[in-house]
T-cell receptor
Framework: KAGVTQTPRYLIKTRGQQVTLSCSPISGHRSVSWYQQTPGQGLQFLFEYFSETQRNKGNFPGRFSGRQFSNSRSEMNVSTLELGDSALYLC?????????????FGEGSRLTVL | EDQVTQSPEALRLQEGESSSLNCSYTVSGLRGLFWYRQDPGKGPEFLFTLYSAGEEKEKERLKATLTKKESFLHITAPKPEDSATYLCAVQAGSGGGADGLTFGKGTHLIIQP
């Protein structure tokens, strides 16, 4: 059974640019969540999607956005990149309709902003 | 605001030396407390879910317990392959909704042979 797939795994951008990250959940999983992981703040919740609808959103500025497609694949976008956006962005999927915390994480997309 | 504090930040043990990791939390309306393991360069891997005070879960050399204010992850006779960062997370929510997970910063555990 294939796990959660995130692309790209690594990317380098400069300040002011925008970036789009992609996530393919485990087959059959309809809930997709995104988290940002940094050494200073740890893992922080960005948002969660279920059936193409955003169900929850963390405390991040509007530059961070996402969407989910009908096949449950998800993308997140960060516009007007700042140095502080450098982080590992993790996508996680889950099977049940109501998120019970049992998440299956991908290996992440490591973003470096110069 | 939900908060999760893990201690110690780092722990170095000899193989076979048992110990416990602590997770203190404050949350309004605890829906669940979760333990994850993260290896370098990997995403977190789910270990346990605890829902109410007094609950315990076990898996191989790991045992998680929960009180109203904290959770412990007990590691019995650890092996080098248990070396990882252990993350604690809580989920709040009431009614039909559920919030995203709030994670602690983790305990970096090293088991020396």
């Amino acid at each position: 059974k294939a796990g959660v797939t995130q692309t790209p795994r690594y990317l380098i951008k400069t300040r002011g640019q925008q970036v789009t990250l992609s996530c393919s959940p485990i087959s059959g999983h309809r809930s997709v969540s995104w988290y940002q992981q940094t050494p200073g703040q740890g893992l922080q919740f960005l948002f969660e999607y279920f059936s193409e609808t955003q169900r929850n959103k963390g405390n991040f500025p509007g530059r961070f956005s996402g969407r989910q497609f009908s096949n449950s694949r998800s993308e997140m976008n960060v516009s007007t990149l700042e140095l502080g956006d450098s982080a590992l962005y993790l996508c996680a999927s889950s099977l049940v309709q109501k998120n019970t915390g049992e998440l299956f994480f991908g290996e992440g997309s490591r973003l470096t902003v110069l | 605001e939900d908060q999760v504090t893990q201690s110690p930040e780092a722990l170095r043990l000899q193989e076979g030396e048992s110990s416990s990791l602590n997770c203190s939390y404050t949350v309004s309306g605890l829906r669940g407390l979760f333990w994850y393991r993260q290896d370098p360069g990997k995403g977190p891997e789910f270990l346990f879910t605890l829902y109410s005070a007094g609950e315990e879960k076990e898996k191989e050399r790991l045992k998680a317990t929960l009180t109203k204010k904290e959770s412990f992850l007990h590691i019995t006779a650890p092996k080098p392959e248990d070396s990882a960062t252990y993350l604690c997370a809580v989920q709040a929510g009431s009614g039909g909704g559920a919030d995203g997970l709030t994670f602690g910063k983790g305990t970096h555990l090293i088991i020396q042979p």
